[in-house]
């Protein structure tokens, strides 16, 4: 199975940035999308970005021009880059892929999350 650990977590101030990274099993990179999920004290789990092999990008409007995602293609890693954090980014973020083989058939794994918490 797809194994998804993510580290990089932690307290940081309004205004401050974080690192998160995601270590991954994949070994079939092409054959993934990977992205970056938080669920909110009280709240659902939402979207926060995502990345194709490719290089190709989305983010949640709440995110964009502030938090950046990569994908490290030598050891298939994944990072998102947080910049200028609000207290409403605190959540749990969870590292995230699909298995999309082909354009009819997916499959969806998780990481089982990081705290981030955001507060003075």
């Known amino acids: 199975q797809v194994q998804l650990v993510e580290s990089g977590g932690g307290l940081v101030q309004p205004g401050g940035s974080l690192r998160l990274s995601c270590a991954t099993s994949?070994?079939?990179?092409?054959?993934?999308?990977m992205g970056w999920y938080r669920q909110g004290p009280g709240k659902q789990r939402e979207f926060v970005a995502t990345m194709t092999y490719s290089g190709s990008t989305n983010y949640a409007d709440s995110v964009k021009g502030r938090f950046t995602i990569s994908r490290d293609n030598a050891d298939n890693s994944v990072y998102l880059q947080m910049n200028s954090l609000k207290p409403e980014d605190t959540g749990v973020y969870y590292c995230?892929?699909?298995?999309?083989?082909?354009?009819?058939?997916?499959?969806?794994?998780w990481g089982h999350g990081t705290q981030v918490t955001v507060s003075s």
């Open positions: 995230y892929a699909e298995w999309r083989p082909g354009p009819a058939r997916s499959t969806d794994y």
């Open positions: 994949v070994i079939t990179p092409s054959m993934y999308i």
